[in-house]
């Protein structure tokens, strides 16, 4: 399996930036989706996740009404549309690929090929 995301850059604060990561090597729609981030010094934080039709999605609270997750499995693609971006949103975002369902959506414990991480930067 292999996950490869694209999008990541530097941007303003109040900017926008959409986060693309596209899978190989599994049966994409089969799967659950997420996205989590990494800032400097701190752990891997969950970002938001996606059901395997779409149907439902989740979100940490501090993304919701600025971020939004979404998939098109004909293309075996997860989308992070990031708007509004704030200087702590800052760091280091990961697709990965839920396996497990035996803890919540948001432990990356449930998650178990990642991706290798796009930088996302927002400045003040």
């Known amino acids: 399996v292999q996950l490869q995301a694209s999008g990541g850059g530097l941007v303003q604060a109040g900017g926008s930036l959409r986060l693309s990561c596209k899978a190989s090597g599994l049966t994409f729609s089969l799967y659950a989706l997420g996205w989590f981030r990494q800032a400097p010094g701190k752990e891997r934080e969950f970002v938001a996740a996606?059901?395997?039709?779409?149907?439902?999605?989740y979100y940490v609270d501090s993304v919701k009404g600025r971020f939004t997750i979404s998939r098109d499995n004909a293309q075996r693609t997860v989308y992070l549309q990031m708007n509004s971006l704030k200087p702590e949103d800052t760091a280091v975002y990961y697709c990965a690929v839920r396996v497990y369902y035996s803890d919540e959506y948001y432990s990356p414990a449930e998650y178990v090929y990642w991706g290798p991480g796009t930088q996302v930067t927002v400045s003040s």
């Open positions: 996606i059901t395997r039709n779409g149907g439902i999605t």
